[in-house]
């Protein structure tokens, strides 16, 4: 260890149930879902919505993130899996051997790409709810939550930086290095802690919150703007790049977010949203 590095080398199981073990990853997840509910259901007494509403909601939207952000990953990034191992598309197991793993494939895109399709079926329930609702109001959270997802892979040792070709970074012992690299994890996490207040601030403290698509737009440029330029600093993890060349899969995924969060923020606003 020198002065401006560290050796990162944490077991990345919390503790045990038997043979089932709690990860910090999976924490994370979990953490986010919480605060994101709690986030939620203070919006909802806020703007006088039925709180019964909230179960439904926290369902449609968990499983909506997870289902799109592993099938994000498999499609962008790890192809291969469909039929190589199926079974572990949706499973978070190993084969040969047979282990548990959790999900540690799970791609953000894909998440939000997921989220839009769970909360236009959620909506379909309570048609009197407008989808830029749901959605502008979502965002919050769910930048929120993007902080503890890169925590995790922090945790995990995973989607880890760059060499720095200097003394400082972070020295990943379980990937059986001795050099540091970018905590590549830990700039994207930071980055989406300023999504969030900003988020947040302007819900709470301006009249762009209740502007229909604002903030989910909003959210798009943001989000998608950080995890751009922490791409700079990641190794790389696959996926298209190699084929289109100057960008990583990441960042090339990135681009339609943020110019359909731009046409949201500044498009004309209809009669009706």
């Known amino acids: 260890m020198t002065f401006l590095s560290i050796v990162w080398d944490p077991n990345d199981t919390l503790f045990e149930i038997g043979n089932f073990p709690i990860k910090y990853y999976g924490l994370m997840w979990m953490l986010a879902f919480v605060l994101g509910f709690l986030i939620i259901k203070n919006i909802f007494k806020k703007e006088g919505q039925p709180l019964e ?8 939207t968990v499983l909506s993130i997870m289902i799109g952000a592993r099938l994000g ?39 939000a790409i997921g989220a839009v399709i769970g ?41 880890v930086g760059e060499p720095t070709n200097s003394d400082y970074g972070v020295i990943f012992k379980q990937l059986g ?28 403290k301006t009249d762009k ?8 737009g909003l959210f798009f440029v943001l989000l998608m703007t950080v995890r751009f330029f922490a791409e ?16 990583t899969t990441g960042q090339w995924l990135s681009i339609p977010f943020i110019i359909i969060g731009l046409y949201l923020m500044f498009r004309k606003q209809p009669a009706t949203a």
């Open 232 to 247: 700079f600093f990641k190794r790389s993890q696959g996926g298209f790049e190699s084929a289109l060349g100057v960008f």
């Open 53 to 60: 509403r909230l179960d439904p909601l926290f369902m449609y």
């Open 73 to 111: 990953h498999v499609l962008f990034y790890q192809t291969e899996l469909i039929w190589q191992s199926p079974l572990e598309v949706f499973l978070p197991i190993k084969l040969n051997p047979f282990r548990f793993t959790g999900f540690r494939g799970l791609a953000s895109h894909g998440a």
């Open 209 to 216: 919150g209740q502007k229909p698509w604002y903030l989910f």
């Open 119 to 159: 909360m236009y079926l959620y909506k379909r329930k309570y048609p009197d709810l407008k989808l830029s609702w749901i959605l502008d109001r979502l965002v919050i959270p769910s930048a929120l939550g993007a902080v503890f997802v890169r925590f995790g892979n922090f945790m995990n040792s995973e989607i």
């Open 177 to 204: 290095e001795n050099f540091p690299r970018h905590p590549a994890q830990l700039y994207e996490a930071i980055g989406y802690v300023f999504v969030f207040l900003i988020l947040y601030f302007i819900y709470y």
